[in-house]
């Protein structure tokens, strides 16, 4: 079961906001020439506590950040929303591609669309809002299940690229109803290609499943070659798979190309 709780947080909001730069340049002037050692102290770390809280209050008292609050406020009603319409398939959609219970209970701190930021900040939360989602609403779907999925797995890119296939690939796949997805992030491609072929083993595609992936993905390999692990690598769970192919990578040559589209 994925759980996700949202939540507006305000001090979070404006923390983000200075460590970010994220507000118009006079008012970030002032507080610079007024609260240098605080600003530079959150620009290293966002949620430090070795700072003069009045950096917070002041930004907090003006209009633009009491906009940006009702934004994020408005915001987090539709995304929740929404999630509450479609978690149930999700969960589904995840217990079938994991292959296992998952039992995972995060926070997400939603922030006005116009931040254009994703990004998970350890002990089970992380940070959401993006322009994108209120074009889209699957957008937001996928990202909140791959930025949650971020306090279960390891940090390491293989991870990460395991994650994307997850949601930026299939459940983007899944809730749209397309072969098309979401991109994922240039630095996951080389992990990408190494994987493809078991990923593919992994989700039990036929041939002509793979084939058709391919005119896709431009993921070029011998697909015959690999049918001989195709018993054993349908049969893992999500974390077998990854100790799988952390040990394959270590040992083997791979034999994918890719095609720049
Ligand atoms: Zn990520």
């Not at 002037?29 to 070795?50: E, I």
């Not at 949601?167 to 290609?193: C, M, W």
Request: net charge negative; aromatic share 14%.
């Amino acid at each position: 079961m994925l759980k996700i709780n949202f939540q507006v947080n305000e001090e979070y909001l404006a923390r983000r906001m200075i460590s970010t730069n994220n507000m118009p340049t006079d008012f970030a002037n002032y507080l610079w020439d007024k609260y240098r050692d605080s600003y530079q102290t959150l620009q290293k770390n966002v949620a430090s506590n070795n700072i003069d809280m009045n950096i917070i209050k002041e930004l907090q008292k003006q209009d633009f950040f009491i906009q940006a609050l009702k934004s994020a406020n408005d915001n987090c009603t539709r995304i929740k929303n929404n999630w509450d319409k479609n978690q149930e398939q999700i969960v589904n959609f995840l217990k079938r591609i994991l292959k296992i219970d998952l039992n995972l209970e995060v926070t997400g701190f939603i922030f006005p669309p116009n931040f254009n930021t994703g990004v998970n900040i350890g002990n089970n939360c992380f940070v959401w809002g993006h322009m994108q989602g209120t074009k889209d609403e699957n957008y937001d779907l996928v990202y909140l299940v791959h930025e949650a999925l971020h306090s279960y797995f390891e940090k390491d890119n293989m991870s990460h690229a395991i994650i994307e296939n997850i949601s930026d690939v299939e459940l983007a796949r899944f809730l749209n109803g397309t072969i098309k997805h979401y991109p994922y992030h240039s630095f996951t491609q080389e992990e990408h290609i190494k994987i493809y072929p078991y990923w593919n083993l992994y989700l039990n595609k036929t041939k002509e499943e793979i084939l058709k992936d391919q005119e896709y993905t431009k993921i070029m390999y011998d697909i015959d070659k690999y049918e001989i692990e195709r018993d054993f690598v349908s049969k893992l769970d999500i974390n077998q798979l990854i100790d799988f192919l952390k040990e394959k990578i270590k040992s083997i040559e791979f034999e994918t190309s890719y095609e720049i589209l």
